[in-house]
Nanobody, 114 residues
Framework: VQLQASGGGSVQAGGSLRLSCKASGLNFRLTDMKWYRQVPGKERELVASISTGGTASYADFVKDRFTISRDNVRRTVSLQMNELSPSDTALYYC?????????WGQGTLVTVSS
């Protein structure tokens, strides 16, 4: 299994970014997908999840600002992030569990300046 994340970058507060994660080596349409984030010195935290059926759930701190989506044809999960604030600055990781193992993308850095 490989998860290839992209789309991070630097943006000013109030701006938007879109992260993407392309999966390979698994039956993507049968796999739940998640986005996590981590700030140095803190634990990794769940940002958003999307089920195989497309049901999305979000952490309270991103509700109404972030949208997770999936494209089963392109085997990609995306995270649209709007109204970004400096507190959203972190490394963002896509994640899935498959074949009884946890799989992580390489992380993509999001930096939000005030």
């Amino acid at each position: 299994v490989q998860l290839q994340a992209s789309g991070g970058g630097s943006v000013q507060a109030g701006g938007s970014l879109r992260l993407s994660c392309k999966a390979s080596g698994l039956n993507f349409r049968l796999t739940d997908m998640k986005w996590y984030r981590q700030v140095p010195g803190k634990e990794r935290e769940l940002v958003a999840s999307i089920s195989t059926g497309g049901t999305a759930s979000y952490a309270d701190f991103v509700k109404d600002r972030f949208t997770i989506s999936r494209d089963n044809v392109r085997r990609t999960v995306s995270l649209q992030m709007n109204e970004l604030s400096p507190s959203d600055t972190a490394l963002y990781y896509c994640y899935t569990r498959n074949r009884d193992r946890n799989w992580w993308g390489q992380g993509t850095l999001v930096t939000v300046s005030s």
